[in-house]
């Protein structure tokens, strides 16, 4: 099949920082569910992956200066805690990004599955 | 653990005031939320010193990114040539505070110089060619010149080999500014390659041990 070879938008294609993009897919996902703080989304993630920790703050900064989060705060055992919760743009990029894991994970597979 | 954060901080005054609290206060969060102890910290994070290079690097490779991708026409190229040269020195900071092996670190800086000096020794080199293009074909037309009265067709041939030459010459020399640039932002993309791979490795090897 010759289907995948040409024209695929940036985010299809994966190549680059798979880790990073995947990073953003995670987050939104787990934040489109429900609103989430740092630490709840890292064990949330890290319950199923082991993803590089250091990498979370910049990818959620990054996110909400792209507009794809937004950010509140709500008191918490006398002190602040930043909540994390998703825009309808986020949304749009999270349906973008679970297709292109989609039919990543599908290639990947063809390759390394049975037969 | 506040006072773990507060030494971080002491490190990170180059990052602007307001990304600097955002980071920070996003870690205190965090430790909290995670309640790691002093101990726990220095074996995740290393010493405050150690993480405060991280977070450096992290902040200056994620701007960096953001920057490109976001403000290519805004931010003038020279700008982001002045942030990319930061960002070397922040890399082989990293690359020592690192848990790389010493010898290692040095072999990479060591590689990186080399590569260095080898690009300009070809842009000095090249350039140096295109100088004695130029100026070597403006010498040889005027001696072209000068012996037009003797003999026409040797005047001629010099005066015409001495046009071609500074034709080449001026003619290349936009080229050679070009190659000068795509050199140096290769040389970058290399740095701040190896600055990626040193920060994940720092960041696995300490959660490692």
Known sequence: MLHHQRNFPAYERMD???????????????????????????QAIEEWVAINESSMYPTLRRLTKEGLLTTYDEPYEGRLRRYYNITELGEVRLAELRGAWQHYAHGIDRILGEG | MADYLKE???????????????????????????????????????????????????????????????TEEKIGQAAQRRNSTRLVWIVVLALFASPILLPVAIAIVIGLVAIAMAILILLVAGFATLIFLVLGGLYTFVAGLAVLSSSLATGLFFTGVGLAMTGIGVFLFPVAVRVVWVLVDGFMNLVKFIGRKVVRRTKRQQEVA
Not at chain 1, 26 to 41: D, T, W
Not at chain 2, 12 to 30: H, T
Not at chain 2, 35 to 58: C, H, I, M, N
């Open chain 1, 16 to 42: 680059i920082h798979p880790q990073a993009v995947i990073l953003d897919g995670l987050i939104l996902a787990l934040v489109a569910k429900e609103p989430q703080y740092g630490y709840s989304l890292n």
């Open chain 2, 8 to 70: 971080t901080a002491s490190y990170l005054r180059s990052v602007p005031d307001e990304d600097r609290a955002e980071l920070l206060r996003y870690y205190e969060e965090y430790f909290s939320d995670a309640g790691f102890d002093q101990e726990t910290l220095v074996s995740k994070y290393g010493t405050p010193k150690q993480f405060s290079r991280t977070l450096l690097a992290e902040y200056l490779l994620d701007n960096d990114e953001a920057a490109e991708k976001m």
